[in-house]
C-alpha cells in the first residue's frame, strides 16, 4: 500500500486552473514522450479518461482520495495528456431541471 502523499510527492493542492468534482475529463490524442515517467497511477487515470468521465467517477474507479485524483489529473493536463471541462449547467442559464434536483434530493436522502 503507498500512502497518498507518496503518490503526490507530498503536494496538497495541484497546479494550475481548479476544475469541479463534476467536471468531464477526456483522454487528448497526445502520446507520452516518456512512459516511465507516469506513476501506475496516473496510467490508471488516463485509461479510464479514454472515455468521458467525471472526476469523482475516476476517484471512485482507482479508490483513491479525490484530493490525490485532482492531483494527478492536473499532472496530465499539464502533459497535454486530458482535458478538463467544467461541466454543462441549466442553472447558469437559470433554468432549473425539477426532476434532477429531485433525484438529488431522493439520493441524498438515501445516504
Given at each position: 500500500m503507498v500512502r497518498p502523499y507518496a503518490l503526490t510527492r507530498g503536494r496538497t493542492r495541484h497546479a494550475g486552473e481548479a476544475f469541479d468534482l463534476v467536471a468531464t475529463v477526456t483522454a487528448t490524442p497526445?502520446?507520452?514522450?516518456?512512459?516511465?515517467?507516469?506513476?501506475?497511477?496516473?496510467?490508471?487515470?488516463?485509461?479510464?479518461?479514454?472515455?468521458?468521465?467525471?472526476?469523482?467517477?475516476?476517484?471512485?474507479?482507482?479508490?483513491?482520495?479525490?484530493?490525490?485524483?485532482?492531483?494527478?489529473?492536473?499532472?496530465?493536463?499539464?502533459?497535454?495528456?486530458?482535458?478538463i471541462r467544467a461541466p454543462a449547467t441549466t442553472a447558469a442559464r437559470g433554468v432549473v431541471d425539477k426532476n434532477t434536483l429531485r433525484e438529488v434530493l431522493n439520493g441524498l436522502r438515501g445516504l
Open positions: 497526445g502520446t507520452v514522450t516518456d512512459p516511465a515517467a507516469l506513476a501506475p497511477e496516473h496510467v490508471s487515470v488516463l485509461q479510464l479518461a479514454r472515455v468521458p468521465t467525471t472526476v469523482v467517477d475516476i476517484a471512485s474507479d482507482v479508490d483513491l482520495p479525490l484530493g490525490v485524483v485532482r492531483i494527478l489529473l492536473a499532472d496530465l493536463r499539464e502533459l497535454g495528456l486530458v482535458a
